[in-house]
């Protein structure tokens, strides 16, 4: 493997697309900035917000609110249904085709899958591109007292207590999206192609990993040629 790994840059066949679904705390926005920096990718977390509610003419503090959530009603229906899927209760038409938020967002992340080499953090993307041949979906994960930690030195304010009902709440939050939104379930190894638990290794070295998947999977030989996005 190399230090200095970029994708090709043209369209086409030569795409690779990735997605970083992550648990809160796990450092799956910094895996994706360093899969992003380490390929020459270009890198959308909170920026698709920004330019979907852009695109929609929706206010992008509306868009903030309603990020990585189900729908309202439907985030009342999780806690009464008590395990039982909290659909069954709503008649009518689906969500999906109700929520303005989802669609502009899922229409602004095949743009972006279209127009070329990528990472994208989270918004159910790995689902949204699930027909997309120049995928790679990866789930990042940590141990609890490792998520904390980094919870903590982000958000100093926090006791460890604090950090760890943070860590659930936000959890709850992306699984219920995810779950509602998809027909897979949030963090199963069988809903995405790469999962990684980054307390086992080091940052960088999940990256070289995922490099290897890469270049094996599509067949890419090292090093990759190409230059930035």
């Known amino acids: ?13 030569d795409r690779v697309v990735i997605t970083v679904g992550r648990q809160f705390g796990s450092g799956g926005r910094e895996f994706g900035r360093l899969l992003a920096e380490r390929f020459g990718l270009r890198y959308y977390d909170k920026e698709l917000l920004s330019e979907a509610a852009r695109r929609s003419g929706v206010s992008e503090e509306f868009f903030e609110k309603s990020d990585e959530r189900v729908p ?10 008590a395990g039982l899927n909290p659909l069954s209760y709503f008649q009518g038409s689906t969500a999906i085709g109700d929520d303005s938020i989802y669609r502009a967002q899922s229409d602004f992340i095949r743009q972006l899958a279209h127009d070329g080499n990528c990472v994208i953090v989270g918004r159910s993307a790995d689902y949204v591109l699930r027909d997309d041949p120049r995928l790679v979906s990866i789930f990042v994960h940590a141990d609890d007292d490792d998520c904390m ?62 490099a290897e998947y890469i270049r094996r999977r599509f067949n890419i030989p090292l090093p990759f040629v190409g230059g930035r996005m």
């Open 149 to 210: 930690s980094r919870i903590c030195r982000r958000e100093p304010e926090l006791t460890p207590d604090k950090a760890r009902q943070r860590m659930s709440r936000v959890n709850r939050i992306r699984s219920n999206y995810y779950n509602f939104y998809t027909d897979k379930t949030w963090g199963s190894a069988m809903s995405y192609d790469l999962t990684f638990n980054t307390s086992r290794m080091p940052m960088d070295m999940l990256v070289e990993i995922t």
């Open 72 to 81: 309202s009603f439907v985030d009342g229906l999780f806690s009464f249904a």
């Open 1 to 13: 493997m190399t230090g200095d790994i970029q994708l090709p840059a043209t369209g086409g066949d």
